[in-house]
């Protein structure tokens, strides 16, 4: 009897893993006809497909790293099957599909074709094959089943691996373990996953929540968005199941999503400095857009689902954030308002430049330079990668033959959540060094205003510079100087130039600088900028308004405003009460002092500055903020030594500062 009893209960469990199994194939179908969009072009690849299995317009000899075209074929057939068995789909179950999916399926099984980039033949391949035989496995051959099986097998699972590598490659492993009933793999791949989902200071989520890839690179919507999509899909899939995730990790995917994802895009619109080289890649700007996710994440976290609708608003371009957030350990803050929203890279001893490998990112070598961005609709920079002048990118001080930005040590921002600027001590080179600018530069941002200061502009070799404020897409009307004349295409000289308006963006220099503003006709093809990607030549205008430095010999200082100006009527009212002053701009100290009594300083080292019959003296470098009667402060070089010993007004205050670049909470003042 015991020994029936046995059999029965083994019997049982094998039963429950099996229907276990179908549940989470089922939903994980069922993820990909909501997440795909409804093709319109299968009868164009029907046709498409010759006598061999083949589609004629791909180069199946390829060897690309990054766009490998052999990889396109096996997508396609994704998307047959996808068609095929959609319910919706006008070609539900249709023979004549069937027959296609076969020939072309049969014909990447018999070549089994290889690319020199591991990614593609240990995860891209077996990732598209997976998902063929979760769409339509009970429709295939044995033969044919087994063959796509075997290619879902070409996946390795390397446990030393990190961040969304792992999860790509432990993802495929674990549907492989449902499909061949081994659920000691579908386990084991599953704990993989599970433990990568943690803070840390490797690969992968941040303890500020951004998100890092090969080294200290900021990645969040390429391997991070890799990583986030996938963890919420597969949570989605298992829960409820013995494999389902523990609270906290989800806890941690939620986290992530609200204080990192949301804040680093406008709605679903992000910008080259959250992108590393995958910004050299088309339509990688919308990156962030998850709205396909809203649903399922909806279900795992339904104590979130207000949140959830706003971030779903936001990226339908209704409403968005408010507030600054900086992020210490990959050298990034952002300023979200009603109207636009600002982002600005900068870099330091603890962070990379940006890489240029597999032929992508060609002339991105100066991204990670203090590089910052306005953002109001999304099309600002928009896939306009491939005709950009990538020597004068926005909020860039450089000189012509610049190669690299100098890393070093003096890189930070102070905050309360609403306000607050970043500062970093600047320096840019050509490739042997021999020639380079140096400065101080900081980006204030307050009451919709973002003012940047640069301070002790020098030159060594180096005679003139410039600073080019802006590089978006042209649209609409340009005024300069005078909201009357309208400008054309062309390029524009100004020995003063007091402000320029383009696109509800007012740009106003803070003294009176040189200048040229110029509207450009511009063309250009992406494969100059990634090999992987389209020749085709494409056309486009730019707005580009750039500051003009000369005599280096001795160093300068200058700044400008940039604001959301709705019209050109605006312009007088903002010219007359900018609601700021500067206190201070040179190699000690950069100041702004607000209307309302806030002040904003970067001490570059120990120093004293006075306004309003105030005096504010500091002992070391530091970065700090005045605001409602309380002291912000934060360490930009984030040394040993914890506490600065801060005077204002013959009161003495010592704040311990945070580690890793945070700011303190707040001190009242005395």
Same mark, same amino acid.
């Given at each position: 009897m015991r020994?029936?009893?046995?059999?029965?209960?083994?019997?049982?469990?094998?039963?429950?893993? !099996?229907?276990?199994?179908?549940?989470?194939?089922?939903?994980?179908?069922?993820?990909?006809?909501?997440?795909?969009?409804?093709?319109?072009?299968?009868?164009?690849?029907?046709?498409?497909?010759?006598?061999?299995?083949?589609?004629?317009?791909?180069?199946?000899?390829d060897k690309e790293w990054a766009n490998w075209q052999p990889l396109i074929h096996i997508k396609r057939v994704e998307e047959?099957?996808?068609?095929?068995?959609?319910?919706?789909?006008?070609?539900? +179950?249709?023979?004549?599909?069937?027959?296609?999916?076969?020939?072309?399926?049969?014909?990447? *099984?018999?070549?089994?074709?290889?690319?020199p980039n591991w990614w593609h033949n240990e995860i891209g391949v077996p990732q598209q094959m997976r998902d063929i035989v979760v769409l339509i496995g009970d429709c295939l051959s044995e033969a044919r089943l087994k063959g796509a099986l075997e290619v879902i097998g070409q996946f390795k699972v390397n446990k030393k691996g990190s961040g969304a590598n792992l999860t790509w490659s432990a993802d495929i492993g674990l549907h492989y373990g449902l499909l061949t009933n081994n659920d000691s793999l579908t386990q084991s791949c599953r704990d993989l996953i599970v433990d990568e989902i943690k803070i840390n200071t490797n690969d992968g989520v941040q303890p500020d929540y951004s998100f890092h890839q090969h080294l200290q690179r900021l990645q969040m919507y390429q391997y991070g968005a890799a990583f986030f999509k996938d963890n919420i899909r597969l949570a989605w899939e298992l829960r409820n199941t013995s494999f389902a995730f523990p609270s906290e990790k989800i806890t941690l995917l939620s986290d992530f999503l609200f204080k990192g994802w949301q804040w680093m895009a406008r709605g679903i619109n992000s910008v080259p400095g959250t992108m590393d080289r995958s910004a050299s890649r088309k339509d990688a700007l919308h990156s962030p857009d998850i709205r396909s996710l809203i649903p399922f994440i909806t279900e795992l976290l339904p104590e979130k689902k207000q949140e959830l609708t706003m971030i779903a608003? +936001?990226?339908?371009?209704?409403?968005? *954030?408010?507030?600054?957030?900086?992020?210490?350990?990959?050298?990034?803050?952002?300023?979200?308002?009603?109207?636009?929203?600002?982002?600005?890279?900068?870099?330091?001893?603890?962070?990379?430049?940006?890489?240029?490998?597999?032929?992508?990112?060609?002339?991105?070598?100066l991204l990670n330079s203090g590089d910052a961005y306005l953002?109001?609709?999304?099309?600002?920079?928009?896939?306009?990668?491939?005709?950009?002048?990538?020597?004068? *990118?926005?909020?860039?001080?450089?000189?012509?033959?610049?190669?690299?930005?100098?890393?070093?040590?003096?890189?930070?921002?102070?905050?309360?959540?609403?306000?607050?600027?970043?500062?970093?001590?600047?320096?840019?080179?050509?490739?042997?060094?021999?020639?380079?600018?140096?400065?101080?530069?900081?980006?204030?941002? !307050?009451?919709?205003?973002?003012?940047?200061?640069?301070?002790?502009?020098?030159?060594?070799?180096?005679?003139?510079? !410039?600073?080019?404020?802006?590089?978006?897409?042209?649209?609409?009307?340009?005024t300069a100087n005078n909201p009357d004349k309208e400008l054309v295409v062309g390029d524009y000289p100004y020995n003063k130039l007091k402000w320029v308006y383009h696109h509800n963006f007012l740009y106003m220099p803070l003294y009176g600088m040189k200048a040229s503003v110029q509207l450009q006709n511009v063309s250009g093809a992406w494969s100059s900028i990634n090999a992987s990607e389209s020749a085709e030549i494409i056309h486009d205008k730019i707005f580009m308004p750039v500051l003009l430095h000369t005599g280096l010999s001795k160093p300068i200082s200058f700044g400008y405003m940039?604001?959301?100006?709705?019209?050109?009527?605006?312009?007088?009212?903002?010219?007359?009460?900018?609601?700021?002053?500067?206190?201070?701009?040179?190699?000690?100290?950069?100041?702004?002092?607000?209307?309302?009594?806030?002040?904003?300083?970067?001490?570059?080292?120990?120093?004293?500055?006075?306004?309003?019959?105030?005096?504010?003296?500091?002992?070391?470098?530091?970065?700090?903020?005045?605001?409602?009667?309380?002291?912000?402060?934060?360490?930009?070089?984030?040394?040993?030594?914890?506490?600065?010993?801060?005077?204002?007004?013959?009161?003495?205050?010592?704040?311990?500062?945070?580690?890793?670049?945070?700011?303190?909470?707040?001190?009242?003042?005395?």
């Open positions: 020994k029936i009893i046995v059999t029965i209960s083994c019997f049982l469990l094998a039963h429950c893993l !099996y229907a276990q199994s179908d549940t989470i194939l089922n939903r994980y179908k069922n993820y990909l006809f909501a997440t795909q969009k409804i093709l319109t072009n299968v009868q164009d690849l029907l046709n498409g497909i010759n006598a061999n299995g083949q589609w004629s317009d791909l180069v199946y000899e047959l099957a996808w068609a095929y068995s959609y319910p919706l789909s006008a070609y539900y +179950h249709k023979e004549s599909l069937l027959k296609g999916i076969n020939v072309t399926l049969d014909h990447w *099984l018999k070549k089994r074709y290889k690319c608003a +936001h990226q339908d371009g209704e409403g968005a *954030l408010n507030g600054f957030r900086y992020y210490p350990y990959s050298d990034f803050a952002v300023y979200q308002q009603k109207d636009f929203g600002f982002f600005l890279k900068t870099i330091s001893d603890r962070t990379l430049a940006t890489e240029s490998i597999n032929r992508e990112n060609s002339k991105g070598h953002i109001h609709n999304g099309q600002e920079y928009f896939n306009l990668m491939p005709v950009w002048n990538w020597e004068y *990118l926005p909020g860039v001080t450089s000189f012509n033959n610049a190669d690299r930005i100098k890393r070093n040590a003096f890189a930070g921002s102070v905050s309360d959540g609403v306000q607050g600027f970043t500062s970093m001590n600047y320096v840019l080179q050509n490739k042997d060094g021999s020639r380079s600018v140096s400065a101080k530069k900081s980006w204030f941002c !307050y009451d919709g205003k973002i003012i940047c200061l640069v301070a002790g502009l020098k030159g060594s070799n180096v005679d003139s510079a !410039y600073t080019a404020m802006d590089q978006c897409r042209l649209n609409g009307t340009v940039m604001t959301y100006c709705k019209t050109t009527d605006d312009i007088k009212t903002i010219n007359k009460k900018k609601g700021f002053k500067l206190i201070r701009n040179d190699s000690l100290c950069q100041a702004v002092l607000f209307t309302d009594g806030t002040l904003m300083a970067a001490f570059f080292r120990q120093g004293t500055i006075k306004f309003n019959k105030n005096k504010l003296s500091v002992d070391m470098a530091c970065l700090i903020m005045l605001h409602n009667d309380k002291i912000y402060a934060s360490d930009p070089k984030q040394l040993t030594a914890k506490a600065v010993s801060l005077m204002f007004n013959n009161k003495t205050y010592n704040l311990s500062f945070p580690e890793n670049g945070f700011s303190t909470e707040a001190v009242l003042l005395k």
